[in-house]
């Protein structure tokens, strides 16, 4: 039985209330103290392999995660985050103004509405589901921390316990965020955005 620990990013200048997408910027000061707070609090999990979006923000915090350990950050483009045209780099309220009915339309749960230069959350989640195939035939039966965004864990967990992706707004994923995903058969979501390691420590 393969074990998915789902980690989301800690925090950029652009975390929370914008839409980043493939815009790459680092943690902050403040996502950096997440990305540290949960390595110290995961110390003692065996993971057999980290692997990360290719993105900064993951990779930085994956590698926060490794460090101390005898592993190399492991990165896989198939878990970045969905690609927002136009929107990327905007509030939401901002894309909401200048975008009103591609931004409603998105927002309502289709899946099928595709940004501009960018992708839709079908996209997104073929994408995830060609990269969870290749967890899968690498690592069954053993332990592995996936670093990714908010995007593409709503799409993993959609794909793997058969969630209706429409509704995938319904899932919140605070940064560096740590979720706890059986591969099964059958599989058995164990975590849920479990923030106990910020508890105090990050404003």
């Known amino acids: 039985m393969t074990l998915l620990h789902l980690i989301r990013h800690g925090a950029t200048a652009l975390n929370p209330g914008h839409y980043q997408g493939r815009l790459d910027p680092p943690l902050d000061e403040r996502g950096r103290r997440q990305a540290a707070l949960l390595a110290g609090w995961l110390r003692d999990v065996p993971f057999d392999a ?23 950050v492991c990165p896989l483009p198939a878990f970045r985050e969905q690609a927002y045209g136009p929107w990327e780099g ?34 997104v989640m073929e994408r995830v589901g060609g990269g969870l195939e290749e967890l899968r035939r690498e690592y069954e039966g053993r332990t592995v ?11 993993v967990l959609s794909l793997v316990l ?12 605070d940064n560096t965020s740590w979720s706890v995903l059986e591969l099964g058969p059958p599989p ?14 990050v404003g």
């Open 145 to 155: 921390a996936l670093v990714s965004h908010v995007g593409c864990l709503r799409a």
């Open 50 to 72: 980290v692997c990360t979006s290719d993105l900064s923000r993951a990779r930085q915090t994956a590698e926060a995660l490794a460090a101390g350990r005898p592993l190399e």
């Open 90 to 123: 905007l509030s939401f309220e901002e894309a909401a103004a200048q975008y009103p009915e591609l931004w409603q339309r998105y927002h309502s749960g289709d899946v099928d509405t595709r940004l501009p230069g960018g992708e839709s959350f079908r996209d």
């Open 162 to 173: 058969e969630l209706d992706p429409a509704r995938r707004h319904m899932l919140h994923l």
């Open 188 to 201: 058995l979501l164990r975590r849920f955005n479990d923030t106990c390691h910020l508890d105090g420590h």
